[in-house]
């Protein structure tokens, strides 16, 4: 089976390339490349995930938050 990665030299297009055969030996350029697509999305993913754990944070802070009540509390001693 083989996996397609670009190479800095032609990127976008894809080139085929052998990974799973012992004696190839990938570039530099194209290890960037792969990792590269390999991680693509984790930022934005990271930042959705991130939002989606703010928003259940207040959703419970808004749930257990004790009612807002306009009293004046005596002050003891006085």
Do not use: W
């Not at 397609?4 to 990127?11: G, K, L, P, R």
């Not at 590269?36 to 938050?65: P, S, T, W």
Request: charged share 25%.
């Amino acid at each position: 089976m083989s996996l397609a990665i670009c190479s800095a030299e032609n990127y976008p297009f894809r080139v085929r390339t052998k990974l799973a055969d012992p004696a190839y030996e990938p570039t530099d350029d194209e290890l960037r490349a792969l990792s590269r697509a390999a991680f693509a999305d984790v930022a934005a993913r990271h930042r959705a995930a991130l939002a989606q754990l703010f928003n259940v944070i207040e959703e419970q802070r808004q749930r257990q938050a004790p009612p807002l009540v306009d009293c004046v509390v005596p002050l003891s001693g006085t």
